[in-house]
């Protein structure tokens, strides 16, 4: 299709015209076809002679249908006695197998009666195996009188035989001398005891843990002195030699499977947790976290000692209980009791922070620097002993739990980061107090004047001494390791702590306050650094520039001020162990000495051109300073980055000048000149570089 969409296009509107009056054609003879096969698909006469083909083979099965039933009932009629020969047949087999098990069950039970009137267990073992294997065959025909008798007398004989069992093991746990039962008996009595199902072995190996522990429950009461906490170890060392007897003389009587070594750990374990959460709670608050560790200790030594016995996880141990319901540990009783143990270490560090908060005068602090000896150290080692100590008590925590109590411990090492973050390093003001220890550290006189960041200090003597702006790169490092091991810390505790915990693990807020220190540290170098410039830039501002006839060299106060920076930057240059954190001051710093050299220059109008030119050339002294603020000393040393980023800032001041200081007269290649090296027609702006160079203050 040809679009009419402009002018030009209607020289084909004819074209157009024919090309649509085909496509109707087109489509009004497909309406017709469609329509004509539509007239011939909704023929009368053809659609009656299909409904006639369809009654038809309907008909026609209807007729099949009647056959195949006729044909069946024929050959049922043929087989029928056939049928009625193969399942009299099968009945008559199954009679007999039945009747030939009836009499194998009756000779088993006549047998067995025989066997256990002579207490012949393995012959016993073995014939009430066979019947309760037959038996189960006569389950669906107990209804039948004869085979309900045969049932019952099976009963009665299992009763008769656990009986036996029941009377010759407690003879045998009792050890009467009077009636000595050989070991070999009671072996060979396991045997039918395994015949008479899981009931009874529970009920004999739950008498045998009884009795095996009857002295144990008598000697170690938790109201008697045995019994308490600070005799737990004794408690442990008795069934140290309760067990090793029992592999002693038990091991070859008790199948293996039984695991009857293993259900008296529980045993035990579960009474001496009762018994242990008992004395724990009774103590409640006199419980001293010696007490407390000592004897979870010794409770861990005891788990692990039956865990290597059996060579599984204790918990496998615990779970094989008679009745198959778990057993909690010893040592998971203690650990709702493990609060003592996080609110000691919560004191522990409050009295190990307790002497790092000693306010102190500026004289005094000086004075004890003055005394001082050398530190070259980097870090505050305060922030080392107080990780040290996290490191410490998480590893001992976590020996002893996972849970609730080591997420607990995880809060009290978030507080105290965040008193060491802000209460130690930053005042109430937003200034920074002492963060080192008075017992073998040097007070930090720079940080300890609580003076706030934006207070003026014109005076010279108030200005940071080399000792004060070391302590300061001594706190800014210290926060960098902080934020850093404290990350590493968080994620040692996220790897130990509980799953369900996990997501609870953070130290965001802590992290944040230590970069906050960071900041203020650098705010803090930054504001000495514009302090010990000031009176340089004052100087500047009482230089008569417009009374320069001509440029002789650079003027004694950009000289006295790139050596002042110069100095201010040795001690921060060589504290400050982050490169990253000396970048940042670098880019501040410059960028400081810029905006104050282009104040200076404002308030100093007019310049004049000669001024202009000599200002010009003492701005080289301090670009060149500013360039090679970075500097170590060795080739390259100097980021690309930061040499384009102060170029950039001295470019603009550079070219104000270059424009105040070209010729007035005559007027129009000042303009043309202002257009070039600003590329800024505004008036207005060209007005106020006007007025920098001729119009006073």
């Not at 560790?293 to 039956?306: G, K, M, N, W």
């Not at 926060?479 to 996220?494: F, G, P, S």
């Not at 650079?554 to 201010?568: H, K, N």
Request: with cysteine; aromatic share 8%.
């Amino acid at each position: 299709l040809i679009l009419i969409n402009s002018e030009d296009s209607l020289d084909q509107i004819n074209a157009v015209q024919d090309q649509l009056k085909q496509q109707r054609e087109a489509l009004q003879a497909e309406v017709e076809s469609l329509a004509e096969i539509l007239k011939k698909e909704q023929d009368p006469e053809r659609m009656g002679r299909i409904q006639e083909l369809i009654f038809a083979l309907l008909a026609q099965m209807n007729r099949i249908r009647e056959k195949a039933t006729e044909s069946e009932a024929i050959v049922k009629s043929i087989t029928k006695d056939i049928q009625r020969l193969d399942y009299a047949k099968k009945n008559l087999s199954l009679s007999m197998t039945t009747l030939k098990r009836l009499q194998m069950l009756v000779n088993g039970l006549e047998q067995l009666d025989i066997y256990i009137r002579k207490r012949s267990y393995p012959q016993i073992a073995q014939s009430l195996a066979a019947a309760k294997e037959l038996s189960d065959f006569f389950k669906p025909y107990s209804a039948i009188g004869r085979i309900a008798a045969v049932w019952r007398r099976l009963q009665q004989s299992q009763g008769v035989v656990r009986g036996l069992v029941e009377e010759d093991f407690d003879a045998f746990l009792l050890k009467d001398p009077s009636k000595p039962i050989p070991n070999s008996v009671i072996a060979d009595s396991c045997l039918v005891v395994d015949v008479l199902g899981d009931d009874v072995r529970n009920h004999i190996i739950e008498r045998f843990c009884a009795m095996e522990l009857k002295d144990y429950r008598r000697i170690f009461r938790p109201t008697d002195e045995a019994g308490q906490l600070d005799n737990l170890s004794r408690r442990f060392s008795w069934f140290r030699r309760i067990i090793n007897l029992h592999d002693e003389e038990y091991s070859n009587i008790f199948p293996e499977s039984w695991n009857v070594g293993k259900i008296l750990c529980a045993k035990f374990t579960e009474t001496t947790a009762e018994d242990v959460n008992t004395l724990l709670t009774r103590l409640g608050p006199k419980l001293t976290v010696a007490t407390l560790l000592e004897s979870l200790q010794q409770a861990i030594d005891f788990e692990t000692f039956v865990s290597r016995k059996y060579g599984v996880q204790l918990s496998d141990v615990l779970n094989n209980t008679s009745r198959g319901n778990p057993t909690r540990a010893i040592s998971g009783v203690f650990e709702k009791h493990m609060g003592v143990f996080v609110e000691a270490q919560d004191k522990a560090i409050a009295d190990m922070t307790a002497g790092w908060r000693v306010p102190t005068t500026r004289a005094s602090l000086e004075e004890s620097a003055a005394h001082k000896e050398d530190d070259t150290h980097g870090v505050l080692q305060s922030s080392g002993d107080l990780f040290y100590f996290y490191g410490q008590t998480l590893e001992q925590c976590a020996k002893f739990t996972t849970g609730r109590p080591l997420y607990d411990l995880f809060l009290v090492f978030r507080k105290w980061l965040k008193v060491y973050a802000g209460t130690e390093l930053l005042g109430s003001e937003g200034v920074f107090v002492s963060l080192i220890s008075t017992a073998d550290e040097i007070l930090l006189p720079a940080l300890r004047r609580k003076e706030p960041v934006t207070k003026d200090r014109k005076s010279s003597e108030n200005r940071y001494s080399s000792l004060e702006q070391h302590d300061i790169c001594r706190i800014l490092n210290t926060a960098d390791y902080c934020h850093r091991t404290a990350i590493q810390l968080e994620d040692k505790v996220r790897d130990k702590v509980d799953r369900a915990l996990e997501d609870k693990i953070t130290m965001q807020p802590e992290l944040e306050l230590f970069l906050g220190v960071i900041s203020t540290a650098i705010s803090l170098l930054l504001r000495d650094l514009e302090i010990s410039t000031e009176p340089f830039f004052t100087s500047m501002t009482r230089v008569s520039w417009s009374s320069i006839d001509t440029v002789t060299g650079q003027l004694p106060y950009v000289l006295e001020l790139a050596r002042t920076v110069d100095v201010c930057l040795e001690v921060i240059k060589s504290s400050i162990e982050q490169k990253k954190y000396l970048r940042n001051f670098y880019d501040k710093a410059s960028s400081l000495l810029i905006t104050k050299y282009t104040n200076g220059m404002v308030r100093s109008r007019p310049l004049r051109d000669t001024g202009a030119e000599q200002m010009l050339l003492d701005f080289q002294i301090l670009k060149a300073c500013l360039l090679r603020m970075p500097s170590t000393g060795e080739p390259d040393s100097v980021p690309a980055a930061y040499t384009k980023a102060v170029t950039k800032l001295a470019v603009q001041v550079e070219t104000i000048l270059k424009v105040v200081s070209a010729p007035v007269d005559p007027q129009e290649p000042f303009i043309m000149n202002y257009i070039i090296l600003i590329g800024d027609s505004d008036f207005g702006n060209f007005q106020k570089a006007s007025l920098l160079g001729f119009c006073g203050k």
